[in-house]
């Protein structure tokens, strides 16, 4: 994704906080941003990217430079893309959270029938972006040809405060 398009994305859901939040409330808003280089298990050579920008609406005011708090019931919204190489047959995309011995294991839908730059959102709960926080995803693309897989790196942006 485009230094650009980040910086308008950014924008675009720190402008939702504030409407969501309303006109009299104090938004604060966290966000980190997410990127997974997807390295072909089998079937082909070729490798894709996954990059998202996950943001924090609410909670109890800016989180502290170097921790990843999530509070409990706090909302989180992901905006994501995949790159992905054109492989041979359908392409599924998904987002496994927690660990395989965890009984929180959760796996999130990307897109079925995806294209090579697909791109989308989704909610989620704070437990599974503490999973995520702390190196526990993995985004596996599968086609009919070939699978692609790649663990999920966490970068931490500082919070910001708005004024409604």
């Given at each position: 994704?485009?230094?650009?398009?980040?910086?308008?994305?950014?924008?675009?859901?720190?402008?939702?906080?504030?409407?969501?939040?309303?006109?009299?409330?104090?938004?604060?808003?966290?966000?980190?941003?997410?990127?997974?280089?997807?390295?072909?298990?089998?079937g082909t050579?070729?490798?894709?990217?996954?990059?998202?920008?996950?943001?924090?609406?609410?909670?109890?005011?800016?989180?502290?430079?170097?921790?990843?708090?999530?509070?409990?019931?706090?909302?989180?919204?992901?905006?994501?893309?995949?790159?992905?190489?054109?492989?041979?047959?359908?392409?599924?995309?998904?987002?496994?959270?927690?660990?395989?011995?965890?009984?929180?294991?959760?796996?999130?839908?990307?897109?079925?029938?995806?294209?090579?730059?697909?791109?989308?959102?989704?909610t989620l709960?704070?437990?599974?972006?503490?999973?995520?926080?702390?190196?526990?995803?993995?985004?596996?693309?599968?086609?009919?040809?070939?699978?692609?897989?790649?663990p999920v790196?966490?970068?931490?942006?500082?919070?910001?405060?708005?004024?409604?």
């Open positions: 994704m485009s230094r650009t398009r980040k910086g308008s994305l950014v924008v675009a859901l720190v402008v939702a906080a504030i409407a969501i939040g309303g006109a009299t409330a104090v938004a604060s808003v966290f966000w980190l941003h997410l990127h997974a280089r997807l390295a072909p298990v089998s050579q070729a490798a894709g990217e996954f990059n998202g920008t996950l943001v924090r609406i609410g909670g109890r005011g800016p989180t502290p430079t170097g921790r990843v708090p999530v509070p409990l019931g706090s909302r989180w919204q992901l905006a994501w893309s995949l790159s992905l190489p054109k492989l041979d047959g359908t392409m599924n995309a998904s987002l496994r959270i927690g660990s395989p011995r965890s009984s929180t294991r959760v796996t999130r839908v990307l897109c079925t029938r995806c294209s090579t730059t697909p791109r989308g959102t989704m709960k704070a437990r599974q972006v503490r999973h995520i926080s702390k190196a526990g995803a993995v985004v596996v693309v599968r086609a009919g040809s070939a699978t692609l897989r790649g790196k966490v970068f931490v942006d500082l919070p910001a405060t708005t004024k409604g």
